[in-house]
């Protein structure tokens, strides 16, 4: 009320001035007439201040209130400030809460999972680029839009056509071949959260796994039933010593199966579950090929040649059992897969780029091409019988590809049906030391050298 006060006081002087300006005129009521003046010409004076001043602040806050509201002392200019003061701290307001607006869409943009907003009569009003690219949206050109007017996958309408929200569902889309879980959840008055996730890779994950459990069952249970049979033979029939004799090899055979299988599984979990074997320890390949040779013509008994390479020196950095197992599976399939007569060799090389590469070629039967990308799979056989029949596992070319992978390196499989495979262990140079030593030609072992090399040429 400050600003009052002086326009009072003025008002007062003015009546003064007029009364004693009236007491100069020679009439009766002169002092009041020149004090009813001087105050109406001050109360006029301030009217017509109060109505630019007026029109000064309202021209100010029509336009942008960019600048500074018109400054001027009394009442005007408190109401001026006043009002440009709470201005300014809406404007601050506002300018917070767009920023923890930004920050929080920022935070939803930053989510693992696709986020969608949709009114109560189920439009778009938002969604994060994640829900825009789960459900092929436009984010700014499909806002408003009745949702299943552009999502149109059944589950998805039957679910929120339902309006029970309390679990997710589980959306498929045929086109782009993913799979995603949507959950629903109500705020507000009918309005809507929308999460969706991509499963695609866990469902993936998921039947693989069960894939796995039900080939490990089926594996397992084969020679179990067989072993049921004999001993249910044993035990309700009399059986000469010979007839005992020969099931009880049988019977140690479907127990020698479950063995392998079990001895194959135990490596995979084993090389799934522990950490990459270091590139410190060094192993020297011409005791391990020395190994794999017992065991190679162990197996072969005669039936085949088996070249291996003489000592090159080299030495790989990695972990030894895992490559003897890598190596002794390549040879003992092309041992296996190789009928009566045929010949596999075994090569040590370094490739111009320094990698090393363990190559073990054979004079098989071949893969054909199909086959080809599908062999490192778990239980994948291009024959089933012809594997089983052998001792095959199904697993020896995932477990030589886990090794590979596991020391930096690939697996890399050649082969033409009639014409025989090559199989590659190829590692990195940087796990490989000795090489200088290496010959210019891989050399087969003594006295196998000449059948070896026209059987391969052939
Ligand atoms: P298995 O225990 O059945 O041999 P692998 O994973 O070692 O399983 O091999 C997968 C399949 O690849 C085999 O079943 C066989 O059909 C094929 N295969 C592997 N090595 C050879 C080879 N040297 N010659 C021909 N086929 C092969």
Known sequence: MTWLLPRILTTLLAMVVGGVAGTFVQRRDAVVLGAMLGCALVLGAIAVRDTVRGYGLLGWLRGSQEGEAPRHVGLWGELAYRIERSIRLREQQAQAERNR????LAAIEASPNGVMLLDAG????????LAADHFSLDPQRDRRQPITNLVRAPAFVAY?????FDEA????????????SVLVREYDEGQKLVLSQDITERERSDGMRRDFVANVSHEIRTPLTVLSGFIETMAN???TEVERKRVLVLMAQQADRMGTLVADLLILAQLEGSPRPTADRWVALKPLLDRVAVDAKALSAGRHTLVFPA?????VAGAQEELFSAISNLVGNAVRYTPDGGTIKVSCDVQADGAGVIAVTDTGPGIAREHLP??????YRVDGSRSRDTGGTGLGLAIVKHVAQRHGGELDIQSEVGKGSVFRLVLPAVRLRGAAALPAATLPAAGQTAAADSALAS
């Open 311 to 315: 000592d090159t020196g080299l030495q």
């Open 101 to 104: 607006l930004t920050q929080f």
């Open 169 to 180: 569902v589980e959306v498929p889309d045929p086109r782009s071949k993913r799979e995603l």
């Open 122 to 129: 189920d439009q778009i009003e938002w969604c994060n680029s």
């Open 374 to 379: 599908r062999l490192t799979e778990r239980f």
């Open 237 to 239: 029939l009399p059986l």
């Open 160 to 164: 929120l056509q339902a309006g029970r």
